[in-house]
């Protein structure tokens, strides 16, 4: 799942499985068997906003940055971010230049015909559930085997897609779940034949109960959210201007 941890893996797996020793096994497997986490970089502070904001839906508000990286097969040598901050879901474009013209492309070309157009886009210094989504990005990016690193802008729709997957810890529920109102699925539902059995109900039905499923998990994520802001420091972290995958 993208080298996201041992927490992300193994909420996943509770979802699924259950053996013996669970925590025990995949800790195991993600410490010592698996080489990406030994590869990732201690996480340096983030820079908060110095304001709380709060949303309560998706697309109140999206967060965009630039990330400068090694140049790419192709010319490529940034990531535009792009991140809802009720759902914290992400997508993720290679870009060969951080222009305004080249980020304003992707937003209205792509970003906006997927999922609608945001009430506000933010774009400044301090945007720190951007920078959060940098970092996770990058410590992604740099877990790639060696002979994929040269060509990272291959790899990156399929990493953020990971992290949509997994549980995030501001808000207790996957960016994919508080978006789309339910859980992914994953190649090993597919092989496992794990598919969920379809309620006999129609439309209305169908609407009534994901209406009240999504007013359940939107009010717990902005409660859990608003606790993980009042913790949070307001602290400045530096960055460098040029990020190694490596």
């Given at each position: 799942?993208?080298?996201?941890?041992?927490?992300?893996?193994?909420?996943?797996?509770?979802?699924?499985f259950?053996?013996?020793?669970?925590?025990?096994?995949?800790?195991?497997?993600?410490?010592?068997?698996?080489?990406?986490?030994?590869?990732?970089?201690?996480?340096?502070?983030?820079?908060?906003?110095?304001?709380?904001?709060?949303?309560?839906?998706?697309?109140?508000?999206?967060?965009?940055?630039?990330?400068?990286?090694?140049?790419?097969?192709?010319?490529?040598?940034?990531?535009?971010?792009?991140?809802?901050?009720?759902?914290?879901?992400?997508?993720?474009?290679p870009?060969?230049?951080?222009?305004?013209?080249?980020a304003?492309?992707?937003?209205?070309?792509?970003?906006?015909?997927?999922?609608?157009?945001?009430?506000?886009?933010?774009?400044?210094q301090?945007?720190?559930?951007?920078?959060?989504?940098?970092?996770?990005?990058?410590?992604?990016?740099?877990?790639?085997?060696?002979?994929?690193?040269?060509?990272?802008?291959?790899?990156?729709?399929?990493?953020?897609?990971?992290y949509?997957?997994?549980?995030?810890?501001?808000?207790?529920?996957?960016?994919?779940?508080?978006?789309?109102?339910?859980?992914?699925?994953?190649?090993?539902?597919?092989?496992?034949?794990?598919?969920?059995?379809?309620?006999?109900?129609?439309?209305?039905?169908?609407?009534?109960?994901?209406?009240?499923?999504?007013?359940?998990?939107?009010?717990?994520a902005?409660?859990?959210?608003?606790?993980?802001?009042?913790?949070?420091?307001?602290?400045?972290?530096?960055?460098?201007?040029?990020?190694?995958?490596?």
């Open positions: 799942m993208g080298h996201l941890g041992s927490e992300r893996v193994l909420d996943l797996a509770r979802e699924r259950y053996w013996p020793y669970t925590r025990r096994d995949i800790e195991h497997f993600v410490t010592h068997v698996c080489g990406c986490l030994r590869q990732k970089r201690p996480n340096l502070p983030t820079r908060e906003p110095l304001q709380s904001i709060t949303t309560t839906s998706p697309f109140q508000l999206i967060g965009i940055d630039f990330v400068h990286l090694e140049r790419s097969s192709g010319g490529y040598e940034y990531i535009l971010v792009v991140v809802d901050h009720f759902t914290r879901y992400a997508q993720a474009y870009t060969k230049n951080k222009a305004g013209i080249t304003a492309d992707k937003i209205y070309n792509d970003f906006i015909p997927r999922f609608g157009f945001p009430e506000r886009i933010h774009h400044d301090g945007n720190g559930t951007v920078e959060r989504m940098n970092r996770t990005l990058l410590g992604m990016l740099r877990s790639l085997p060696e002979q994929h690193k040269s060509n990272w802008k291959d790899h990156v729709a399929k990493l953020v897609h990971a949509n997957c997994t549980r995030h810890q501001t808000t207790g529920y996957s960016p994919f779940f508080l978006l789309f109102g339910r859980s992914p699925r994953l190649p090993i539902d597919l092989a496992f034949k794990m598919e969920k059995a379809n309620d006999p109900t129609g439309y209305p039905q169908y609407v009534a109960k994901w209406k009240t499923a999504m007013q359940e998990a939107y009010a717990k902005s409660t859990a959210a608003n606790k993980n802001a009042k913790r949070a420091k307001k602290h400045y972290g530096q960055e460098s201007s040029i990020n190694n995958v490596k």
